[in-house]
């Protein structure tokens, strides 16, 4: 019997991309501390000061809690945005017996008119590491697919296959993406991935 692998952890933060990188690292601080208050006590938290410790501050761009004009039921700014899809995550899943929310902290400063500033939260490596744990088209092709079957499919094939939107794979392949999810562990590790996807360090 083999012990079960220990999972890499990172916290995330999401702040202004229009303060200083010293204000943008400050503001990241204010919300780890405040992700300690409210969650200090928890497996995950305690794990990550024991044993990983690493920060990783992005870009969340604009800080703006009025609504668009353009998408109904967003916010103007696209920090308050991942704010606001966070909480709406949570709640889609809060009855799942087996659901585990979001863990986040988020941080309003006074001297900037109370404008939200950072929010945070600490994931594990399914979030972040693609090459243990690949995307699902990518899962398709290199873990459930024979190697001889993917040497001989026409290259163009693939390429048409991973040009295919999540969803239209997923209803595709709906035996592998139940699996695939679970290899991932669960919808919030999928929410996490698709949060930080291509958002550039701050």
């Not at 503001?27 to 690493?54: I, R, S």
């Not at 696209?78 to 709406?88: F, G, H, W």
């Amino acid at each position: 019997m083999t012990a079960e692998k220990t999972l890499e952890l990172r916290m995330y933060f999401f702040v202004p991309y229009n303060i200083s990188p010293i204000q943008q690292a400050i503001q990241a601080g204010h919300a780890a501390l405040e992700y300690a208050h409210l969650n200090g006590g928890t497996p995950l938290f305690k794990d990550f000061v024991k044993n990983w410790k690493t920060w990783i501050i992005l870009n969340g761009g604009t800080t703006n809690n009025k609504m668009s004009d353009v998408v109904e039921n967003e916010f103007a700014g696209t920090l308050n945005q991942l704010k606001s899809d966070i909480i709406r995550f949570n709640f889609q899943y809060r009855n799942d017996d087996d659901f585990v929310p979001i863990e986040y902290a988020d941080f309003y400063e006074p001297d900037l008119n109370d404008a939200l500033t950072a929010v945070c939260f600490i994931c594990d490596e399914r979030v972040f590491n693609y090459k243990d744990y690949p995307d699902f088209v990518d899962w398709i092709l290199n873990v459930k697919m024979y190697p001889e079957a993917r040497d001989a499919t026409p290259a163009e094939n693939i390429v048409l296959l991973k040009m295919q939107s999540d969803e239209a794979l997923q209803e595709q392949f709906p035996e592998y993406y139940i699996e695939w999810v679970t290899f991932m562990g669960g919808e919030k590790n999928i929410f996490l991935r698709d949060l930080i996807r291509g958002k550039k360090l701050a």
